[in-house]
């Protein structure tokens, strides 16, 4: 009596387990992967592309699935592994007519993910050589453009993120530290918007240390270049005081 409890629990137990899932052909995955794509179903999309990709490496559907596998990921807003199986597709498929887009989708992954200038930088510069990579190895792409708005975003972003440490270390007195960080973004993001509000800071720094000749040439600099209004204003009042007398 004991033995038959065993063999039906037993029996139970078979019969509730999953029977493994039997694997289509390429066709198949590629088919109904594109459906879900289609459809913007991208977790679902993925999960086909990615078993064409590991189960049928020898079919002709596999550089096309690897692509889409990418764009599933990017669908789906899974940029880290978006920027992966892009990158994949750049190293184990050159030959592939996607090789162009992929490389500007591994820049516009790594914009996705960028943060704001108070934060760490990290995805922002690997936007910056994403997007540069793009432009040197697809010159005429007609994404060139977007390419270098992008790239000059990514600039005012590190400029920005510069500048916010000097005028730290400028409201806490640590005069030399802010006219480094100040004369590093001078050299390095002159084509950004905080170029003549630096000046202008650079300019304060040299009248507090009395290098007033220097902070003159700097506030004029300002006056004559820079289009900003009110960094206009706040630089003629500056330049006012400095003709008040002291004492």
Known sequence: MLSIIFIS????FTGCASTPEKLQGAEYYFVEGKKAFDKNRCIEATEHFQRLVSNF???????????MLAESFFCGADYVNAVFEYQRLIDVYPASDRLEEAQYKIGESNYQQMRNPQLDQKETYETLTAFRNFIEENPSSPKVGIARDRIAECRENLAEKLYQAAYLYQRQGYLEAARMSYSDLTRDYIDTSWYYRTLFHLGEIARDTDDIENAVQLWKEVLRDSEDEELQSEVEGALSRLDEPTG
């Open 9 to 12: 629990i037993a029996f139970l």
């Open 57 to 67: 490496p020898g079919s002709q559907r596999v550089p096309e699935a690897q692509y």
